[in-house]
């Protein structure tokens, strides 16, 4: 007896998006991660540890350029540092381990200058007594607050409602914190030699105004300083038309509410109501001549 091609044995499907097979087929043996529940659990843990680290070490740097204390010379700074580098290099694998086996490669290429910043230079660079230009010495002290700041946008944009929402939150984040780490540097690089800058208000200042392109009647006195104001000219001409797009959503979502409401159109005579009543009183005369 014939059978049906409804009888017919189904060829096994690949799926080739966040998993290796099809939802319908069940994982080999040995091969299956851990649950959805479990998985959301350890992330939020890991978002929260982060969080709760990035905005200390934001507070245990600008402690120390208000005190104008040598990082160098801290031991618990260097200390919590390191702490903070290995914390952020065990996020990174630790993700890694979550993320689908098929996504694991798209995700190391859009991660892996986190992982670049997440390594303990500093450490490094004290252990083996490695002489480097007191400038990049002290930009690679920025290395992991950079990560950590990257990192803050990241859970602000896990814990958004939306995505547009959480994007814009994203990039006003990192803009924000940008200027403010920029005006940690731009103090303590320009106010021993630029009689400008004597408190870090004005220093914030200058970097609020070069963000926004507006520009500043005070001028950098140092290579820092120069650099500064070319990084965030560039910054503020990326990053101020998001609020654009992002009220243009806001726009559009709003007008698509009104849409669903069905709110009933008021009768106001329009442009285009005006324009045809002439043509209709043109032809009720013309009705009342034919009929004279």
Not at 46 to 71: E, G, M, Q
Not at 150 to 159: C, S
Not at 250 to 259: C, E, F, H, Q
């Amino acid at each position: 007896m014939m059978r049906g091609c409804d009888d017919l044995p189904q060829p096994v499907t690949f799926d080739r998006g966040m998993n290796d097979r099809h939802d319908t087929i069940p994982p080999a043996p040995g091969r299956r991660g851990p649950r959805p529940k479990t998985r959301k659990l350890i992330l939020d843990i890991f978002h929260a540890v982060i969080l709760i680290l990035s905005v200390a070490l934001i507070a245990f740097i600008s402690y120390d350029t208000f005190k104008n204390i040598p990082f160098l010379e801290s031991d618990l700074y260097m200390t919590f540092q390191l702490f903070v580098c290995l914390v952020f290099i065990a996020d990174f694998f630790v993700e890694l381990w979550l993320t689908p086996r098929g996504e694991r490669r798209r995700y190391m290429k859009s991660r892996w200058f986190f992982l670049l910043m997440s390594i303990p230079f500093l450490n490094i660079i004290d252990a083996y007594q490695i002489q480097l230009v007191p400038d990049a010495l002290y930009f690679a002290r920025f290395l992991p607050l950079a990560r950590g700041a990257l990192a803050l946008a990241i859970v602000l944009n896990y814990i958004a409602s939306n995505r547009i929402t959480g994007i814009f939150v994203s990039y006003l984040s990192i803009m924000l914190l940008t200027v403010y780490f920029a005006g940690l540097i731009f103090y303590e690089r320009e106010q021993p030699v630029n009689p400008g800058v004597t408190s870090y208000w004005d220093a914030f200042w200058w970097c609020s105004l070069e963000a926004t392109t507006l520009g500043s009647s005070l001028n950098p006195m140092t290579l820092a300083g120069k650099l500064l104001a070319v990084l965030l000219s560039l910054m503020g001409i990326i990053m101020f038309p998001l609020f654009t797009v992002y009220l243009s959503s806001l726009i559009l979502k709003s007008r698509s509410v009104l849409n669903i409401l069905n709110i009933p159109k008021l009768n106001v005579k329009t442009a285009d109501s005006a324009d045809r009543s002439p043509a209709s009183g043109d032809e009720k005369v013309g009705e009342t001549t034919g009929n004279a």
